[in-house]
């Protein structure tokens, strides 16, 4: 009981802390929706179109250069569990992923992977304008950070991509790399 106060005090000064942090750096994303959202609700469930990414080292954009196109599909697991599954088109082949991320309440709004090699934080897409659009930053194992625009349509408008970058540029996360889509959706049943 005492540790779950503690933690809960913790969180309330982390969010005032960051609360500070916009008022210094305006173009700083809002606060990361909370675990609960994902495990309650069926906002956020389905597919997602990848359409952008941004990187704060050009070295990690290497993995996105090479994917012409991309989805996420997000569905609840069991005991508050997400099952991601991606599927992206890299030349011409289809590849598929499938992770397993849950939540710790403690750790709220943070998602961690079930090999726990990556941490992820997901924001909706009012911050840049686009109701049907979520923000995902991911940190890997390497501490390679990528933050991840992903749409619920396959086109967005131009003005979007440019918000999320002129945002994603703003905290210095100047490596752009947006989803050619020249070659189509590989189909999550038809990705190997």
Not at 98 to 120: E, G
Not at 181 to 189: E, F, I
Request: glycine residues 6%; hydrophobic residues 40%; proline residues 4%.
């Amino acid at each position: 009981m005492l540790m779950n106060t503690l933690w809960g005090a913790f969180g309330s000064l982390i969010g005032l802390f960051y609360a500070g942090m916009q008022v210094m750096v305006p173009c700083l994303p809002p606060a990361p929706l909370s675990t609960s959202v994902f495990t309650t609700g069926d906002e956020y469930m389905g597919s997602w179109h990848f359409v952008a990414a941004t990187v704060w080292d050009e070295e990690d954009l290497k993995p996105f250069k090479t994917t012409d196109s991309s989805m996420l599909h997000i569905q609840k697991g069991a005991n508050a569990t997400l099952t991601v599954t991606e599927s992206s088109r890299v030349g011409d082949q289809c590849q598929k992923n499938t992770w397993t991320y849950f939540t710790v309440s403690m750790m709220d709004p943070f998602l961690f992977r079930h090999d726990y090699n990556t941490i992820a934080l997901v924001w909706d897409g009012k911050f840049i304008n686009c109701s049907s659009c979520i923000i995902i930053l991911f940190v890997d194992e390497e501490e390679e950070i990528s933050a991840m625009l992903f749409a619920r349509s396959e086109k967005i408008p131009v003005e979007v991509i440019q918000e999320f970058k002129s945002k994603m540029e703003c905290v210095y996360m100047e490596d752009f790399v947006q989803a050619p889509l020249q070659k189509g959706h590989c189909k999550l049943d038809e990705a190997a």
